[in-house]
């Protein structure tokens, strides 16, 4: 069974950064898609950032416009884990925030929520102003 377990949310102020975790476990995604998307009350779950394999243990990491140069995403094949570093959070990136793994390697940029087959259960992110 498939697990993809969050960790590292929590209550920052507005300019702080946080880190979140992400461990799968029941399969290796080494070279399949992990990424991250969140969550806003009353809104659609939207597309964060996403890694795309190349070759060995080296990814491309893409992004939502929104957190260009403000997030990094990265992963550890070892750990069969993906993180994602927020620097510079803004009131507007509260949310919960979703790890997501799928099974085809061949989407270039996944970045619909169809696009992936695992989802972990969220961890809350709150950024203060």
């Known amino acids: 069974q498939v697990q993809l377990v969050e960790s590292g949310g929590g209550l920052v102020q507005a300019g702080g950064s946080l880190r979140l975790s992400c461990a799968a476990s029941?399969?290796?995604?080494?070279?399949?898609?992990m990424g991250w998307f969140r969550q806003a009350p009353g809104k659609e779950r939207e597309f964060v950032a996403g890694?795309?394999?190349?070759?060995?243990?080296?990814?491309?990491?893409y992004y939502a416009d929104s957190v260009k140069g403000r997030f990094t995403i990265s992963r550890d094949n070892a750990k069969n884990s993906v993180y994602l570093q927020m620097n510079s959070l803004k009131p507007e990136d509260t949310a919960v925030y979703y790890c997501?793994?799928?099974?085809?390697?061949?989407?270039?940029?996944?970045?619909?929520?169809?696009?992936?087959?695992?989802w972990g259960q969220g961890t809350q992110v709150t950024v203060s102003s």
């Open positions: 029941g399969r290796t995604f080494n070279s399949y898609p």
């Open positions: 890694t795309r394999w190349i070759a060995g243990n080296s990814y491309s990491g």
């Open positions: 997501a793994a799928g099974r085809d390697r061949g989407t270039s940029q996944a970045v619909a929520v169809a696009n992936y087959d695992y």
